[in-house]
């Protein structure tokens, strides 16, 4: 199983530098974990991010959130919801905004989980405590990135600096892009 594949975004620096100053104007300070973006003033400011994936792929974001770690204890391996907009998408896009460079997302099978809620509300499933799961693939995030989110992974971040990746839901699944 193809767990990712790197993608080309035109305007993906526009976007991330956007990104990162619309957290900031914002006072954007939430804390460990999945945090949903208010979308209408997210596009608002960063208008880009509606054509960003038409033009190659056909896709158009509907919704972004933003994960955020500190250190390599903040992310255990886990399955995300469904897209809350679809209830179908096997695969959600990524973009690295905020110190992620050194870091991987690692991709898992096995194990048995728990439903668990995020402090947001968002719902996911978290590796049991005593279960097991095997590493069977990982990907540094230095770009824009199509990932199985339904499958297990976690965030290795070595550092100890705030980062923060953009993960963005669109009308149609991008998992076909790891065909």
């Known amino acids: ?10 305007g993906y620096e526009t976007i991330r530098q ?6 900031d104007k914002m006072q ?20 880009e991010i509606l054509s960003a994936f ?15 770690t500190y250190n390599d204890n903040h992310s255990r391996i886990h399955v995300d919801n469904k897209n809350p907009c679809t209830h ?5 896009i990524s973009l690295p905004i905020r110190n992620c460079a050194g870091t991987f997302t690692e991709f898992f099978t096995g194990g048995e989980y728990d ?14 405590q005593g279960s097991t799961a095997t590493k069977v693939d990982q990907v540094e995030m230095l770009g824009p990135t ?9 965030v290795s971040h070595p550092h100890q600096k705030q980062r923060v990746n953009l993960t963005v839901y669109t009308d ?4 076909f892009l790891l065909d």
């Open 88 to 92: 179908s998408h096997e695969c959600r």
């Open 115 to 128: 439903e668990i809620y995020q402090p947001s509300g968002e719902k996911f499933y978290l590796l049991r």
């Open 18 to 23: 956007k990104t990162d100053e619309f957290l």
């Open 54 to 68: 038409e033009g190659l792929y056909g896709l158009k974001p509907v919704w972004a959130a933003t994960y955020i």
């Open 172 to 175: 149609k699944d991008p998992v």
């Open 28 to 47: 954007w300070r939430p804390k460990i974990g999945f945090h949903a973006l208010p979308w209408k003033e997210y596009v608002e400011y960063c208008p």
């Open 1 to 10: 199983m193809k767990y990712y594949v790197r993608i080309f975004v035109p």
């Open 146 to 154: 199509v990932m199985r989110v339904m499958e297990p992974h976690r």
